[in-house]
């Protein structure tokens, strides 16, 4: 009787046989998606951050089914104010510790500036942004106590050059490269990784999403007959991971990505703005055509 009290009163512990648990935004579709199928593989059970329920639980599913991995599912609409406190409140319920955080979540808008849409400019900086920030802080004090933790930002090689007709992206972009070096280097004490994944067009949802291109796409025939674009969203996301977690501070898949930055890194910004101008301009990515 009295063992029993006593083990009664005995406080709670950490599991410690739990698998380390990544967080990933944006993790229904795309390049989220992918990186939860791989951190998965790799061993990690899965925070999904996302809007859509429906696609969180059947990734949900996959992963229990394939890799033995735990998936939480947060759904959660990162344009809105309290969406952090939704997954603070989430990770306690759940008595969750990060062991790596994928900040991925974001849109594109295209067009001259003085035409798009400002409230649609504003969620992007939310997402792409805002909640960077907020959930880098929410995770790093746990990290820098257990002296390890990886953090990877998703920019873009637009992270290295300015965007004309995609003015707003491509600065939360450059924001998210250079907010991850700093990052990098002021916790490298504590030993936790820091990568900025710079991809360039990946076959995603994305770029129909944006309604990139200079046709649209107007039937599931046309979809189907499409051909894709750049690298896979695997591709991607295994050069990711693998980057984070060599420690690399910057990772640029593809040969053609990492010959743009080079490019884009040594021309006089004039010339690469009107240069990246008239490649978009052929792609469909302008005013006329969004």
Not at 244 to 269: C, S, Y
Request: glycine residues 6%; aromatic residues 8%; hydrophobic residues 40%.
């Amino acid at each position: 009787m009295i063992l029993s009290k006593l083990i009664n009163k005995a406080p709670k512990t950490f599991n410690t046989t739990r698998k380390p648990i990544a967080l990933i935004t944006g993790a229904s579709s795309g390049i989220g998606q992918a990186l939860s199928y791989h951190f998965a593989s790799k061993g990690y059970d899965i925070v999904t951050v996302a809007r859509d329920n429906q696609r969180l639980q059947e990734i949900k599913s996959i992963l229990l089914a394939k890799y033995n991995s735990q998936v939480y599912v947060c759904a959660v609409d990162l344009t809105k104010s309290n969406s952090i406190q939704i997954i603070k409140d989430f990770l306690i319920h759940e008595n969750l510790e990060i062991n790596a955080l994928v900040n991925n979540a974001g849109f594109g808008i295209h067009g001259s500036f003085e035409e798009t849409d400002l409230n649609s400019e504003i969620d992007m900086i939310q997402v792409q942004i805002n909640t960077t920030l907020a959930l880098t802080k929410l995770v790093l004090p746990m990290m820098q106590t257990k002296k390890s933790g990886y953090i990877l930002n998703v920019g873009s090689v637009y992270s290295f050059a300015p965007v004309p007709f995609q003015s707003v992206y491509g600065a939360c972009k450059s924001f998210l490269l250079s907010f991850s070096n700093s990052l990098a280097f002021e916790n490298k004490k504590y030993g936790i990784k820091v990568t900025a994944l710079c991809p360039g067009i990946t076959q995603t949802e994305f770029r129909m999403r944006s309604n990139v291109g200079r046709h649209k796409i107007s039937n599931k025939k046309s979809i189907k007959n499409s051909k894709p674009t750049g690298m896979s969203a695997e591709q991607v996301a295994e050069q990711g991971y693998n980057a984070l977690m060599k420690g690399d501070i910057i990772a640029i898949p593809g040969l053609t990505n990492r010959i743009f930055v080079q490019i884009a890194t040594h021309l006089p910004t004039s010339l690469l703005s009107s240069s990246l101008a008239l490649v978009n301009n052929f792609r469909g990515v302008n005013s006329k055509h969004t």
